[in-house]
């Protein structure tokens, strides 16, 4: 059975996570949130346009359909308890939060527009109005890369899976759909969820949850 300890068994990804947080918050705090997302802005191309524009949404709605999907073929109760359970109460706490306390924080699009600043917007993209804080697609984009960091002991698989968080949370800061602050709340949601979901399920000690979600036949028949 594989190490309980999460930090031991998925290193890699932490150190990503917070080296994205702490590079998001310093960088927040040095030119201001507005600043920030305006020198951002600045620069696109049509190759991140269109690799954005459906990452963000294939990489996090799609990837965690497939995902679920292949750990019901493949893997066992436990780690489908890690990615569905830990999404479920995250997905709750973040809609709670949004709709509770920050309801009148409008999007980069928006709020932009109101104060007659104009963002480049990629072609067919939507303006969006609420609900900008925590960032939605980065909360599920880190639940993602921890449940695929503890399906491997490799460790250079682990780095690129953990890079599928950092690379969702600043599609979101580059389609203007979030702010950088957005996303660091969004991916601290998700993680914390994990982890909690994470050592629950560990301590449970109930033998059914490291059994195949799919019995198979033996080879031999």
């Known amino acids: 059975?594989?190490?309980?300890?999460?930090?031991?068994?998925?290193?890699?990804?932490?150190?990503?996570?917070?080296?994205y947080n702490f590079i998001a918050l310093a960088m927040t705090q040095y030119?201001?949130?507005?600043?920030?997302?305006?020198?951002v802005n600045q620069y696109h191309t049509p190759f991140l346009d269109t690799f954005f524009k459906y990452y963000t949404d294939?990489?996090?709605t799609g990837f965690i359909i497939l995902l679920v999907a292949y750990?019901?073929?493949?893997?066992?109760?436990?780690?489908?308890?890690?990615?569905?359970?830990?999404?479920g109460i995250a997905s709750l706490l973040n809609v709670f939060v949004k709709k509770t306390y920050f309801?009148?924080?409008?999007?980069?699009?928006?709020?932009?527009?109101?104060?007659?600043?104009?963002?480049?917007?990629?072609?067919?993209?939507?303006?969006q109005i609420p609900y900008t804080f925590p960032s939605g697609h980065t909360l599920l984009a880190v639940i993602i890369?921890?449940?695929l960091c503890t399906m491997t002991k490799n460790r250079f698989l682990q780095i690129i899976f953990s890079l599928h968080?950092?690379?969702?949370?600043?599609?979101?800061?580059?389609?203007?759909?979030?702010?950088a602050i957005d996303t660091i709340g969004g991916a601290m949601v998700g993680f914390f969820a994990f982890i909690l979901v994470y050592y629950i399920l560990n301590n449970?000690?109930?033998?059914?949850?490291?059994?195949?979600?799919?019995?198979?036949k033996n080879a031999a028949g």
């Not at 449970?204 to 198979?216: E, H, M, P, Q, W």
């Open 1 to 19: 059975m594989d190490s309980k300890d999460l930090i031991q068994r998925i290193w890699p990804f932490f150190i990503i996570f917070f080296c």
């Open 31 to 39: 030119f201001g949130r507005d600043d920030l997302h305006l020198i």
């Open 58 to 60: 294939y990489g996090t």
């Open 71 to 87: 750990i019901v073929y493949k893997s066992n109760w436990i780690t489908l308890g890690y990615a569905l359970l830990t999404e």
């Open 103 to 127: 309801k009148h924080v409008h999007r980069p699009s928006y709020y932009f527009n109101q104060k007659n600043i104009d963002l480049y917007m990629i072609e067919g993209e939507r303006l």
């Open 145 to 147: 890369a921890m449940t």
């Open 165 to 179: 968080f950092p690379l969702i949370a600043f599609s979101r800061i580059y389609l203007s759909k979030h702010f």
């Open 204 to 216: 449970c000690n109930k033998d059914f949850l490291y059994k195949s979600i799919i019995k198979r």
